[in-house]
T-cell receptor
Protein backbone atom coordinates (compact mmCIF):
# COMPACT_ATOMS: atom_id res chain seq x y z
CA UNK A 1 0.00 0.00 0.00
CA UNK A 2 1.16 3.52 -0.78
CA UNK A 3 2.55 5.53 2.14
CA UNK A 4 1.00 8.78 0.91
CA UNK A 5 -2.42 8.70 -0.74
CA UNK A 6 -4.46 11.43 -2.35
CA UNK A 7 -8.14 11.50 -3.22
CA UNK A 8 -9.56 12.06 -5.70
CA UNK A 9 -6.95 11.32 -8.36
CA UNK A 10 -8.81 13.24 -11.00
CA UNK A 11 -11.54 15.85 -10.66
CA UNK A 12 -13.39 18.05 -13.08
CA UNK A 13 -15.44 20.83 -11.56
CA UNK A 14 -17.08 24.08 -12.54
CA UNK A 15 -16.19 27.65 -11.72
CA UNK A 16 -17.51 28.72 -8.34
CA UNK A 17 -17.78 25.23 -6.86
CA UNK A 18 -16.18 24.31 -3.55
CA UNK A 19 -13.85 21.38 -3.73
CA UNK A 20 -11.73 19.47 -1.25
CA UNK A 21 -8.62 17.45 -1.97
CA UNK A 22 -7.54 14.98 0.67
CA UNK A 23 -4.18 13.58 1.66
CA UNK A 24 -3.48 10.73 4.05
CA UNK A 25 -0.18 9.20 5.08
CA UNK A 26 0.95 6.14 6.98
CA UNK A 27 4.60 7.20 7.26
CA UNK A 28 4.13 8.67 10.74
CA UNK A 29 5.52 12.00 9.54
CA UNK A 30 4.59 15.18 11.35
CA UNK A 31 5.13 17.59 8.46
CA UNK A 32 2.79 17.80 5.50
CA UNK A 33 2.74 20.03 2.45
CA UNK A 34 0.47 20.95 -0.45
CA UNK A 35 1.99 21.93 -3.81
CA UNK A 36 0.58 22.75 -7.19
CA UNK A 37 2.41 22.13 -10.42
CA UNK A 38 1.84 24.01 -13.65
CA UNK A 39 3.75 23.50 -16.91
CA UNK A 40 6.88 25.66 -16.93
CA UNK A 41 6.38 26.88 -13.37
CA UNK A 42 7.55 23.90 -11.40
CA UNK A 43 6.24 22.98 -7.96
CA UNK A 44 4.90 25.84 -5.88
CA UNK A 45 4.05 25.59 -2.21
CA UNK A 46 0.46 26.38 -1.23
CA UNK A 47 0.34 25.52 2.49
CA UNK A 48 2.35 23.49 4.94
CA UNK A 49 1.86 22.13 8.42
CA UNK A 50 4.44 21.02 10.97
CA UNK A 51 1.88 19.50 13.29
CA UNK A 52 -1.87 19.50 13.88
CA UNK A 53 -1.82 22.93 15.49
CA UNK A 54 0.69 24.54 13.13
CA UNK A 55 -0.52 25.70 9.70
CA UNK A 56 1.48 28.03 7.49
CA UNK A 57 0.89 29.78 4.19
CA UNK A 58 3.17 29.05 1.28
CA UNK A 59 3.94 31.25 -1.68
CA UNK A 60 0.54 30.92 -3.40
CA UNK A 61 -2.08 30.47 -0.67
CA UNK A 62 -4.68 32.93 -2.01
CA UNK A 63 -7.88 31.12 -2.96
CA UNK A 64 -6.99 28.03 -0.91
CA UNK A 65 -7.51 26.87 2.65
CA UNK A 66 -6.35 23.79 4.53
CA UNK A 67 -7.30 21.63 7.46
CA UNK A 68 -5.04 19.31 9.42
CA UNK A 69 -7.58 16.91 10.90
CA UNK A 70 -4.99 14.59 12.42
CA UNK A 71 -1.29 13.96 12.12
CA UNK A 72 -2.01 11.65 9.19
CA UNK A 73 -4.53 13.81 7.31
CA UNK A 74 -4.16 17.15 5.57
CA UNK A 75 -6.90 18.52 3.31
CA UNK A 76 -6.80 21.32 0.78
CA UNK A 77 -9.95 23.25 -0.09
CA UNK A 78 -10.77 25.57 -2.93
CA UNK A 79 -13.64 27.65 -1.61
CA UNK A 80 -14.74 28.94 -5.02
CA UNK A 81 -12.81 27.28 -7.82
CA UNK A 82 -11.64 29.31 -10.80
CA UNK A 83 -10.16 28.10 -14.10
CA UNK A 84 -6.60 29.23 -13.31
CA UNK A 85 -6.61 26.75 -10.42
CA UNK A 86 -6.51 23.99 -13.02
CA UNK A 87 -3.29 22.16 -12.19
CA UNK A 88 -1.71 19.03 -10.79
CA UNK A 89 -1.79 19.06 -6.98
CA UNK A 90 0.63 17.11 -4.84
CA UNK A 91 0.71 16.36 -1.16
CA UNK A 92 4.07 15.64 0.46
CA UNK A 93 5.24 14.53 3.89
CA UNK A 94 8.43 14.82 5.86
CA UNK A 95 9.52 13.39 9.18
CA UNK A 96 11.26 15.60 11.75
CA UNK A 97 14.43 13.51 11.60
CA UNK A 98 14.81 13.77 7.85
CA UNK A 99 15.02 16.50 5.23
CA UNK A 100 13.48 14.37 2.50
CA UNK A 101 9.95 15.04 1.33
CA UNK A 102 7.88 12.15 -0.02
CA UNK A 103 5.14 12.85 -2.51
CA UNK A 104 1.69 11.41 -3.00
CA UNK A 105 0.48 10.37 -6.46
CA UNK A 106 -1.16 13.70 -7.22
CA UNK A 107 -4.62 14.98 -8.07
CA UNK A 108 -5.32 16.35 -11.52
CA UNK A 109 -7.87 19.14 -11.10
CA UNK A 110 -9.67 20.79 -13.99
CA UNK A 111 -11.88 23.82 -13.38
CA UNK A 112 -14.18 24.62 -16.28
CA UNK B 1 16.82 35.69 -10.41
CA UNK B 2 15.09 32.47 -9.49
CA UNK B 3 16.21 30.96 -6.21
CA UNK B 4 16.84 27.55 -7.77
CA UNK B 5 17.50 27.63 -11.48
CA UNK B 6 17.62 24.85 -14.05
CA UNK B 7 17.76 24.78 -17.82
CA UNK B 8 14.40 23.48 -19.00
CA UNK B 9 15.92 21.46 -21.85
CA UNK B 10 15.19 19.13 -23.42
CA UNK B 11 18.59 17.58 -22.96
CA UNK B 12 19.03 14.75 -25.43
CA UNK B 13 21.67 12.06 -24.97
CA UNK B 14 22.19 8.74 -26.74
CA UNK B 15 21.62 5.51 -24.87
CA UNK B 16 24.69 4.53 -22.89
CA UNK B 17 26.06 8.06 -22.64
CA UNK B 18 26.50 10.20 -19.53
CA UNK B 19 23.74 12.73 -18.91
CA UNK B 20 24.75 15.83 -16.98
CA UNK B 21 22.03 17.89 -15.33
CA UNK B 22 22.83 21.19 -13.71
CA UNK B 23 21.28 23.46 -11.12
CA UNK B 24 22.34 26.77 -9.59
CA UNK B 25 20.98 28.41 -6.47
CA UNK B 26 20.98 31.97 -5.27
CA UNK B 27 21.44 31.58 -1.52
CA UNK B 28 25.04 30.93 -0.50
CA UNK B 29 23.96 29.66 2.91
CA UNK B 30 21.78 26.85 1.57
CA UNK B 31 22.62 23.49 3.06
CA UNK B 32 20.88 20.49 1.57
CA UNK B 33 19.90 19.64 -1.96
CA UNK B 34 17.76 17.03 -3.62
CA UNK B 35 17.27 15.57 -7.05
CA UNK B 36 13.84 14.22 -7.91
CA UNK B 37 12.83 12.38 -11.07
CA UNK B 38 9.34 12.97 -12.44
CA UNK B 39 7.72 11.06 -15.24
CA UNK B 40 4.99 12.88 -17.14
CA UNK B 41 1.81 13.07 -15.06
CA UNK B 42 3.41 11.26 -12.12
CA UNK B 43 4.68 12.40 -8.76
CA UNK B 44 8.29 13.38 -8.05
CA UNK B 45 10.45 10.50 -6.88
CA UNK B 46 13.61 11.08 -4.86
CA UNK B 47 16.81 10.10 -6.69
CA UNK B 48 19.48 11.51 -4.41
CA UNK B 49 20.19 14.08 -1.73
CA UNK B 50 23.49 15.77 -0.96
CA UNK B 51 24.55 17.92 1.96
CA UNK B 52 28.32 18.21 1.71
CA UNK B 53 30.67 19.62 -0.88
CA UNK B 54 31.95 17.03 -3.32
CA UNK B 55 30.50 13.97 -4.96
CA UNK B 56 28.02 11.40 -3.78
CA UNK B 57 27.51 8.24 -5.79
CA UNK B 58 24.59 5.82 -5.81
CA UNK B 59 24.61 3.24 -8.57
CA UNK B 60 24.51 5.00 -11.93
CA UNK B 61 23.83 8.36 -10.30
CA UNK B 62 26.35 10.87 -8.95
CA UNK B 63 25.36 14.11 -7.30
CA UNK B 64 27.89 16.91 -7.07
CA UNK B 65 27.70 19.94 -4.81
CA UNK B 66 29.93 23.00 -4.99
CA UNK B 67 28.84 25.49 -2.36
CA UNK B 68 31.44 28.10 -3.35
CA UNK B 69 30.02 28.21 -6.87
CA UNK B 70 26.43 27.59 -5.67
CA UNK B 71 26.11 24.75 -8.09
CA UNK B 72 24.56 21.28 -7.90
CA UNK B 73 24.70 18.66 -10.60
CA UNK B 74 23.44 15.17 -11.29
CA UNK B 75 25.32 12.77 -13.53
CA UNK B 76 23.61 9.71 -14.92
CA UNK B 77 25.99 7.12 -16.30
CA UNK B 78 25.00 4.54 -18.92
CA UNK B 79 21.79 6.43 -19.63
CA UNK B 80 18.78 4.28 -20.48
CA UNK B 81 15.54 5.16 -22.27
CA UNK B 82 13.79 4.62 -18.91
CA UNK B 83 15.79 7.59 -17.57
CA UNK B 84 13.82 9.87 -19.89
CA UNK B 85 11.94 12.14 -17.49
CA UNK B 86 12.03 15.59 -15.96
CA UNK B 87 14.60 16.04 -13.22
CA UNK B 88 13.82 18.50 -10.45
CA UNK B 89 16.51 20.13 -8.34
CA UNK B 90 15.43 21.36 -4.92
CA UNK B 91 17.05 22.87 -1.88
CA UNK B 92 16.36 24.18 1.58
CA UNK B 93 17.38 27.80 1.29
CA UNK B 94 18.56 29.89 4.22
CA UNK B 95 15.64 31.83 5.66
CA UNK B 96 13.26 29.61 3.78
CA UNK B 97 11.58 28.41 6.94
CA UNK B 98 12.18 24.72 6.32
CA UNK B 99 10.51 24.99 2.94
CA UNK B 100 11.90 23.12 -0.03
CA UNK B 101 12.40 25.38 -3.06
CA UNK B 102 12.21 23.66 -6.43
CA UNK B 103 13.66 24.52 -9.79
CA UNK B 104 11.39 24.23 -12.79
CA UNK B 105 13.07 21.01 -13.92
CA UNK B 106 15.15 19.78 -16.83
CA UNK B 107 13.62 17.39 -19.33
CA UNK B 108 15.97 14.55 -20.25
CA UNK B 109 15.49 12.45 -23.37
CA UNK B 110 17.57 9.33 -23.82
CA UNK B 111 17.53 8.29 -27.45
CA UNK B 112 18.01 4.79 -28.81
Amino acid sequence: DADVTQTPRNRITKTGKRIMLECSQTKGHDRMYWYRQDPGLGLRLIYYSFDVKDINKGEISDGYSVSRQAQAKFSLSLESAIPNQTALYFCATRGYKTDTQYFGPGTRLTVL
Amino acid sequence: QKEVEQNSGPLSVPEGAIASLNCTYSDRGSQSFFWYRQYSGKSPELIMFIYSNGDKEDGRFTAQLNKASQYVSLLIRDSQPSDSATYLCAGYLTGGGNKLTFGTGTQLKVEL
